[in-house]
């Protein structure tokens, strides 16, 4: 109970709870765990917004807790319309910068890597990018997790898990079509073959799936379902079979209203992701080397040349013996067979490394600019877009790819600085002022410039209080700062010229 409370957003019950366990029996573990996470706990700032009570390690909170409130803010306004939902509010979430706090808050216990958000109606518990060891785009997992909010409230939590992960998906790419997942030749194939479940049995592929991609693969294809859905029968009656279940009708029952029968559903929802799954890379051969196969990799190969496995080998081959202009041209050739191709070491992440090998840097340029238009955490990418543009001083683009790298990790001392000056330089003081004061909060080497460049900004939009303040700060840093002292003397004429002339004559209290 003590756990159940503490997930349903019950702090004070679920705490008193926990007392009340662990002066029974001090030895529970859970328990012990909980207890420990509750000092932590109190470690965290607390940002307020329309709806949230967000809490967020101290330094994360002033790096990008307004960003964290601002997605989510647009989260509730979209989805709790779309959805028709009236919610209990507020929503708790709560993001560690530690996966194993993570773990205990959501599962009581160390564990459950794979996870990078969880959400238990009023609740939502994530891992902020410095707790995961792989790239993801965190606000792509809080749109899912609050969407998460918005159905299991909606139907009192009576829905079974595959409708609320296909919803949470599906409402990713909605929002960006990049977020969430998409076709690849893996799904193609997985749905092509043996792996497809019926959507009347979708509950069993998140119970026992066969492997991790089974598990994976069950989220994309409840995604689908719900595109299907909604395609088919209208966004109407997707809110229609919410109701239904939330008044207690069981789940078959309510899929089978809008088709007719269970098997009518299936079959329609079959033939729907049969068709994207042939659409998709429709000229590509999808033979695979089986583990005898690849010993002899080159008569495999040989003998399947219209495989896209062969083909991506064959170019890894050839870039791995520096052949780039062979690489190029079998790489051309796969992006053709495979344009959408949006993993981070697919088609375009081997013509960028082609491209910069043979030093075109403008082709380089374009193979990285198009993964970024399909992958939403291609930080390799985007990194070294950055790089190339920082060259070119071309404020417009670092702008964008700043903005990008920090809906992955927006830890990075290097992009806050690049960003500041990129939205100085477009006018933007107010993201000019909020990168810099997470500059701050990320140990930069020298503290006194970005004091300098928070006075310049605020100097800039005429509020000169802030600006004096802030060349104060990068003189006591700094005292013999040349710039900061200039910088001083203007705000001083500048704030004097301004003052009104009851104050010089001293007449005001
Ligand atoms: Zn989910």
Same mark, same amino acid.
């Given at each position: 109970?003590?756990?159940?409370?503490?997930?349903?957003?019950?702090?004070?019950?679920?705490?008193?709870?926990?007392?009340?366990?662990?002066?029974?029996?001090?030895?529970?573990?859970?328990?012990?765990?909980?207890?420990?996470?509750?000092?932590?706990?109190?470690?965290?700032?607390?940002?307020?917004?329309?709806? =949230?009570?967000?809490?967020?390690?101290?330094?994360?909170?002033? /790096?990008?807790?307004?960003? /964290?409130?601002?997605?989510?803010?647009?989260?509730? &306004?979209?989805? %709790?319309?779309?959805?028709? %939902?009236?919610?209990?509010?507020?929503?708790?979430?709560?993001? =560690?910068?530690?996966?194993?706090?993570?773990?205990?808050? %959501?599962?009581? #216990?160390?564990?459950?890597?794979?996870?990078?958000? /969880?959400?238990?109606?009023?609740?939502?518990?994530?891992?902020?990018?410095?707790?995961?060891?792989?790239?993801?785009?965190?606000?792509?997992?809080?749109?899912?997790?609050?969407?998460?909010?918005?159905?299991?409230?909606? %139907? *009192?939590? *009576?829905?079974?898990?595959?409708?609320?992960?296909?919803?949470?998906?599906?409402?990713?790419?909605?929002?960006?079509?990049?977020?969430?997942?998409?076709?690849?030749?893996?799904?193609?194939?997985?749905?092509?073959?043996?792996?497809?479940?019926?959507?009347?049995?979708?509950?069993?592929?998140? #119970?026992?799936?066969?492997?991790?991609?089974? !598990?994976?693969?069950?989220?994309?294809?409840?995604?689908?379902?719900?595109?299907?859905?909604?395609?088919?029968?209208?966004?109407?009656?997707?809110?229609?079979?919410?109701?239904?279940?939330?008044?207690?009708?069981?789940?078959?029952?309510?899929?089978?209203?809008?088709?007719?029968?269970?098997?009518?559903?299936?079959?329609?929802? =079959?033939?729907?992701?049969?068709?994207?799954?042939?659409?998709?890379?429709?000229?590509?051969?999808?033979?695979?080397?089986?583990?005898?196969?690849?010993?002899?990799?080159?008569?495999?190969?040989?003998?399947?040349?219209?495989?896209?496995?062969?083909?991506?080998?064959?170019?890894?081959?050839?870039?791995?013996?520096?052949?780039?202009?062979?690489?190029? &041209?079998?790489? *051309?050739?796969?992006?053709?067979?495979?344009?959408?191709?949006?993993?981070?070491?697919?088609?375009?992440?081997?013509?960028?490394?082609?491209?910069?090998?043979?030093?075109?840097?403008?082709?380089?340029?374009?193979? #990285?600019?198009?993964?970024?238009?399909?992958?939403?955490?291609?930080?390799?990418?985007?990194?070294? #877009?950055?790089?190339?543009?920082?060259?070119?001083?071309? =404020?417009?683009?670092?702008?964008?790819?700043?903005?990008?790298?920090?809906?992955?990790?927006?830890?990075?001392? &290097?992009?806050?600085?690049?960003?500041?000056?990129?939205?100085?330089?477009?006018?933007?003081?107010?993201?000019?002022?909020?990168?810099?004061?997470?500059?701050?909060?990320?140990?930069?080497?020298?503290?006194?410039?970005?004091?300098?460049?928070?006075?310049?900004?605020?100097?800039?939009?005429?509020?000169?209080?802030?600006?004096?303040?802030?060349?104060?700060?990068?003189?006591?840093?700094?005292?013999?700062?040349?710039?900061?002292?200039?910088? !001083?003397?203007?705000?001083?004429?500048?704030?004097?010229?301004?003052?009104?002339?009851?104050?010089?004559?001293?007449?005001?209290?």
């Amino acid at each position: 109970m003590a756990q159940d409370l503490l997930r349903l957003g019950e702090l004070d019950s679920g705490w008193e709870q926990v007392n009340r366990v662990q002066t029974k029996d001090p030895y529970d573990v859970t328990i012990f765990n909980l207890k420990q996470l509750q000092s932590q706990l109190e470690t965290l700032d607390t940002i307020e917004a329309p709806g =949230f009570i967000i809490r967020m390690d101290k330094k994360e909170a002033k /790096v990008y807790g307004h960003e /964290v409130a601002e997605l989510l803010i647009e989260a509730r &306004e979209v989805l %709790t319309k779309k959805y028709n %939902t009236e919610l209990i509010e507020p929503i708790y979430v709560e993001i =560690f910068p530690r996966q194993k706090e993570f773990a205990i808050r %959501t599962f009581g #216990l160390p564990g459950g890597e794979g996870f990078l958000g /969880v959400c238990f109606g009023r609740l939502i518990t994530a891992n902020s990018p410095a707790a995961l060891k792989v790239d993801s785009n965190w606000k792509a997992v809080l749109w899912h997790e609050y969407c998460h909010v918005v159905t299991l409230q909606k %139907t *009192k939590n *009576k829905m079974p898990r595959w409708l609320s992960e296909g919803i949470s998906v599906y409402e990713e790419r909605q929002r960006n079509p990049i977020w969430g997942q998409s076709m690849d030749t893996t799904y193609k194939q997985m749905i092509l073959g043996d792996d497809f479940v019926p959507m009347s049995q979708l509950s069993s592929a998140f #119970l026992q799936p066969k492997s991790p991609l089974h !598990l994976q693969f069950a989220y994309y294809e409840a995604s689908l379902a719900i595109e299907y859905w909604v395609e088919k029968y209208g966004m109407q009656s997707l809110l229609r079979l919410l109701e239904d279940l939330s008044v207690g009708m069981p789940a078959d029952e309510a899929l089978r209203r809008a088709p007719g029968s269970l098997d009518a559903l299936d079959e329609e929802f =079959f033939v729907f992701a049969s068709e994207k799954a042939h659409e998709y890379a429709a000229e590509i051969g999808l033979a695979k080397p089986s583990e005898e196969e690849r010993k002899e990799i080159a008569v495999w190969l040989e003998a399947h040349p219209e495989s896209i496995y062969a083909i991506r080998l064959k170019v890894q081959a050839l870039i791995s013996s520096n052949r780039w202009e062979e690489a190029l &041209e079998l790489a *051309k050739q796969l992006q053709t067979l495979l344009p959408n191709d949006a993993s981070n070491d697919g088609v375009y992440a081997m013509l960028a490394a082609i491209h910069r090998a043979r030093k075109d840097l403008e082709q380089e340029r374009n193979a #990285l600019v198009q993964l970024t238009n399909l992958s939403a955490d291609c930080r390799q990418a985007l990194m070294r #877009l950055l790089e190339i543009d920082r060259e070119r001083m071309d =404020f417009e683009s670092i702008f964008v790819w700043c903005e990008r790298i920090i809906e992955i990790d927006p830890l990075r001392l &290097e992009v806050q600085i690049a960003r500041a000056q990129a939205a100085q330089k477009r006018g933007n003081s107010g993201v000019a002022v909020r990168s810099l004061n997470a500059c701050l909060e990320l140990e930069p080497i020298d503290p006194a410039s970005i004091h300098y460049q928070l006075a310049l900004t605020f100097e800039s939009s005429q509020k000169f209080e802030q600006a004096k303040r802030h060349v104060l700060m990068a003189l006591e840093e700094s005292p013999r700062y040349i710039e900061a002292l200039t910088l !001083l003397a203007k705000i001083r004429k500048q704030s004097d010229s301004q003052r009104p002339q009851s104050t010089i004559e001293g007449t005001s209290p």
